[in-house]
């Protein structure tokens, strides 16, 4: 029994433009409307590969009674197209009147404007490549969806094909066509702009959003399982990330999953030396550096061995045989690293739901725009990249701090701007000993970097994101063992913070510098 619904508003196929730069499948999908005995309209280098084929195809300027002019980047732009392609039935006076020939159907698509940029050529050469005609082809097709059908991908060639034969597309496919070619024009669009403001020196935030995105298939769900969710790639990007990386193994991303590899990644390519960061729930729950990778996992799963349980491993390093069966020797959600020999992928097979992701070298990674959104809005701010040099840092207290203490200090405060505020970040030399996040109070933080770091704590330097508003937090890290501390500064009370630093005889030193990470 035939759906009503499914024959609603079909339309008829009997006269097609094409014009394409992408020619997959286009030979199949000619001869298929040939064979139904359905004119074909096409332009130039698409016209000439028809019509090699013995397919019959009526050429552009035979239409217009105008050539092809200034390289092809003149030849669709013409009344007698773009009349037969937004005619409305109520427009058929002056179609007569004029002569205009109707298309049902406007099989188009662009210049490869994102290819012509991955070849890095000169500003002229991508300039070139920004389509015109194909835009405009697109979007009166779309606009007039109502009447024409307007195709953009070459995966919907077969499914168009046999529709044709049943008598020409519906009214919800035709809309659903003219959607995918409004976002395939709104991408372009998007990438043109983004590409030409890095050409052309633009700085600073851009004075208007807008991104595009390649939808990845739907991740495994959302932050809760019953919340369904996707995940968009930078098309431009070709740098180290999640969104570039190989994924060689494991179940299927969630959410959660992806944050989480970003913000592990974004922590280990802060280090130079070989570096492990285990990160759970968006925040690190251990950090170290050491002469191996090997050497380093111990000190990072040490810091808090029962939150690295399921955790997300980062490495900035390749991952060897040895590393490997450490990694699976207890239950972790994934890993990430620049790449993973032989033995490695052997191993790490044996947990088959373990996320494995390959980036390549991390050699030019760079961090992106923050953008967040809120109820009807974005949020837009610069990637948190500042650093600082240890050595320009401002010694606030009596005591100053040894060299052990300033490499604790240094290797904490690349660490502590990627814990959610309020951040505070206990380590000795190049290892994080205990980590306090996301309280609402500072010491409260402190408070449970020291219970993460017990018993351990003794010794260790601290770390805090922002200032301290009180001297309580000194006066609870002194009780832990602390030796020394690095803060932004700038409290009214800093005064008040740095007496009761050298009332324990704790160092500390201002960065004059906060990261908070809300």
Not at 18 to 40: F, P, R, W, Y
Not at 251 to 262: E, G
């Amino acid at each position: 029994m035939t759906n009503i619904s499914d024959n609603m508003d079909r339309r008829q196929v009997s006269r097609v433009l094409i014009s394409v730069s992408d020619k997959t499948k286009i030979i199949d999908l000619a001869k298929k409307l040939n064979n139904l005995g359905i004119e074909i309209v096409s332009t130039g280098g698409t016209s000439q590969v028809i019509s090699d084929e013995g397919i019959n195809v009526v050429s552009v300027d035979n239409v217009t009674n105008f050539p092809e002019m200034m390289g092809g980047r003149v030849k669709t732009l013409h009344p007698l197209i773009f009349g037969g392609i937004l005619a409305r039935d109520e427009d058929s006076k002056e179609v007569e009147e004029h002569n205009i020939g109707i298309f049902d159907m406007v099989i188009c698509n662009l210049y490869p404007f994102r290819e012509a940029i991955s070849k890095n050529l000169d500003l002229a050469s991508i300039i070139e490549q920004i389509d015109i005609g194909g835009p405009s082809l697109l979007r009166a097709a779309a606009k007039n969806h109502s009447r024409v059908a307007v195709v953009t991908d070459a995966d919907d060639y077969d499914w168009i094909a046999d529709e044709i034969k049943l008598g020409g597309l519906n009214l919800l496919q035709r809309q659903d066509l003219a959607l995918k070619a409004f976002r395939h024009t709104a991408e372009y669009d998007s990438t043109i702009q983004s590409e030409l403001g890095s050409r052309f020196g633009e700085e600073g935030l851009p004075s208007s959003l807008h991104v595009t995105g390649l939808g990845s298939p739907p991740l495994r769900y959302g932050e809760n399982p019953h919340q369904s969710a996707i995940f968009y790639s930078d098309l431009l990007s070709a740098t180290p990330s999640v969104s570039n990386a190989e994924q060689i193994q494991g179940k299927q991303l969630s959410y959660n999953n992806i944050l989480d590899f970003d913000a592990a990644l974004a922590m280990v390519t802060e280090f130079e030396e070989p570096t492990i960061v285990v990160v759970k729930h968006n925040n690190p729950c251990g950090a170290a550096s050491a002469d191996n990778l090997v050497e380093a996992y111990d000190s990072a799963i040490n810091t808090d061995p029962m939150s690295s349980f399921g955790g997300i491993i980062a490495l900035n390093r390749e991952v060897d045989g040895d590393l490997s069966k450490k990694i699976v020797s207890s239950f972790k959600e994934g890993v990430i690293a620049p790449s993973f020999n032989s033995e490695a992928r052997e191993i790490l097979s044996q947990k088959e739901n373990l996320r494995v992701l390959e980036t390549g070298p991390l050699d030019n990674y760079e961090r992106s725009f923050s953008l967040r959104s809120i109820d009807q809005g974005w949020l837009m701010q610069e990637s948190d990249e500042a650093t600082i040099d240890i050595s320009d840092c401002k010694v606030v207290t009596e005591r100053h701090p040894t060299q052990e203490e300033l490499d604790g200090l240094q290797f904490g405060w690349r660490i502590v701007k990627h814990v959610k505020s309020n951040a505070i970040v206990f380590t000795r030399q190049k290892c994080t000993v205990g980590i306090g996040a996301g309280q609402m109070s500072r010491i409260d933080s402190v408070k449970i970097a020291t219970f993460k770091s017990i018993p351990n704590a003794q010794g260790t330097v601290m770390s805090s994101d922002a200032f301290f508003p009180f001297r309580d937090g000194i006066d609870e890290a002194a009780k832990a063992g602390v030796t020394a501390v690095i803060q932004p500064g700038g409290s009214l009370r800093d005064q008040e913070v740095i007496d009761a630093a050298n009332e324990n005889g704790i160092a500390m030193v201002f960065t004059g510098m906060r990261h908070f990470k809300h």
